[in-house]
């Protein structure tokens, strides 16, 4: 079965320091990847998405990178953390092919930016 | 362009009463429809999903929804709530991109609605 982790937990940095938040997946091989964050009071936003090892489409404009170095495992980075950054970070994968691909959650990061 | 709009921000029940949960969707074709719930400090857990197949989805926990194409909504219900039922639940929109000769979906969440349970 598949399996998606994602670390740390929860996280709380001060502005101007770096991140670097990880998400691995098992069990499956060629995943569409995906960084989703969600702020407090509102929905997700897909932030970045990935079609294969060192694909990387972002979605909308901000303070972040996502990088995909190995086939299973998806980075989000910051070099200097803003106080917009804190949210509760969600990693999601789903399979490569079709259009009827469901995407799965991982547990989340909380991330609070001081 | 596709959105989600959640009616509701917070919903509060009585153990044991129907649950009806809100969503309106907007797209420019035939959607797929999710809803999603988040317990406090977890994850996303996907409740059910329609695709174009039969427009009652029938879910997990006793939840479902119906897909109505004239009314551009995708309501989710349950007859009776538990207490378990308390957490954060998310309608989503699907639209399906293609990128490099393969396919992705890209989802839109709605705000969410915050479900709370009374004794």
């Known amino acids: 079965s598949q399996t998606i982790h994602q670390w740390p937990a929860t996280l709380v940095q001060p502005v101007g320091s770096p991140l670097s938040l990880e998400c691995t997946v098992e069990?499956?091989?060629?995943?569409?990847l995906y960084w989703y964050r969600q702020a407090a009071g509102r929905g997700l936003q897909l932030l970045f998405y990935?079609?294969?090892?060192?694909?990387i489409s972002s979605e909308v404009p901000q303070n972040l990178s996502a990088s995909r170095p190995q086939d299973r495992q998806f980075i989000l980075s910051s070099k200097k953390l803003l106080l917009s950054d804190s949210g509760f970070y969600l990693c999601?994968?789903?399979?490569?092919?079709?259009?009827?691909?469901?995407?799965?959650f991982g547990p989340g990061t909380r991330l609070t930016v001081l | 362009a596709q959105s989600v709009t959640q009616l509701d921000s917070h919903v509060s029940v009585s153990e044991g009463t129907p649950v009806l949960l809100r969503c309106n969707y907007s797209s420019s074709y035939s959607p797929s429809l999710f809803w999603y719930v988040q317990h406090p400090n977890k994850g996303l857990q996907l409740l059910l999903k329609y695709t174009s197949a039969a427009t009652l989805v029938k879910g997990i926990n006793g939840f479902e929804a119906e897909f109505k194409k004239s009314e551009t909504s995708f309501h989710l219900t349950k007859p009776s709530a538990h207490m378990s039922d308390a957490a954060e639940y998310f309608c989503?929109?699907?639209?399906?991109?293609?990128?490099?000769?393969?396919?992705?979906?890209?989802?839109?969440f709605g705000q969410g609605t915050i479900l709370t349970v009374h004794p």
């Open positions: 990935s079609v294969g090892i060192g694909q």
């Open positions: 069990g499956t091989s060629n995943p569409n």
């Open positions: 999601a994968w789903s399979r490569l092919a079709g259009w009827d691909n469901e995407q799965f």
């Open positions: 989503v929109v699907r639209a399906t991109f293609n990128a490099g000769g393969t396919s992705y979906g890209k989802l839109t």
